[in-house]
Structures are given as structure tokens and as C-alpha cells.
């Protein structure tokens, strides 16, 4: 794949060019191209002079960086307790179904990355499935595949 590096300096210029700066940076790119591609995290390196064993060493601590091309929604699933309990693995497996994809992949298309999450804290609106950024409570079976189209 051949990546267009072409939205860094953009990225760059909105904050300081010092390592103070790397995670917000990396927040950029994730949310630019949807992971952490490795030139760009080479070009972080070299832009803020920070070792690149440190840059790479923050982009695989965070859980919420990727080094893997996720799609374009990341549909996140609850699968803590009161989720579990409440029918998050039900959800889980429509969601599978209509998708094509078990937990942790991506489809070919690039369009959905279906991930399993332990807890997102917000057991009192079980189940709770995230898309992108925005919660959604009391999902079940038949509402799943609205959540599809939203986010």
C-alpha cells in the first residue's frame, strides 16, 4: 500500500514540533488514516527529534492506537460483566453475522473494525456498544444493526 504522507504537515503544524507533543500528534494520525502507519511514525520521529523506539513504544502502550489498518467505523463492544449478563455476546454475534467478521477484524472493504472491549464504564446502560466515539446503551439484537449506519 502505498501511503500519501501528504496530511502530515498538516498534522504537524497545529502543535509544537518538541515531544511534548507525541500523543496528540498520534491522535492526529490515528484519526487521519485510521492507524499508526509506520512511515508516518517515522516522520513523527524525525519532526518532533524524538527516538522513534519512544514513539513506537507510546503507539503500542495506548490500546486506542493502532498499528494494524482498522476501518473506517471501529464498533466496540462491552463485553464486561453487567454487559455480559445483560446479552452483549448475543449483540456481539448479530453484529458478527451482519458484518462478516468475527471480533478483531476488519472488513475488506475497510469500512468496520468489530472490536471487544473489557469495560467501558457505563454498566447503567448495558449493553453498551461504542461506535467510533459515541455510546450507545441498551443495544440488543434488534437494534444492532442500526448501529451500523451511525457513528
Known sequence: ?????GKLPGIFSRYPLEPESLIAVLQDIQRKYHYLPTDALEETARVLNVPLSKVFSVSTFYNTFSLIPRGEKVIRICVGTTC???GATMVQERLENELGIKAGETTP??????ETVACVGACAMAPVVVVNDQFYGSVNVG??????KKG
Open 1 to 5: 500500500m502505498n501511503l500519501d504522507l
Open 84 to 86: 455480559h449478563i445483560r
Open 109 to 114: 472493504d475497510m469500512k468496520y473494525t468489530l
Open 143 to 148: 437494534n444492532a444493526k442500526k448501529l451500523l
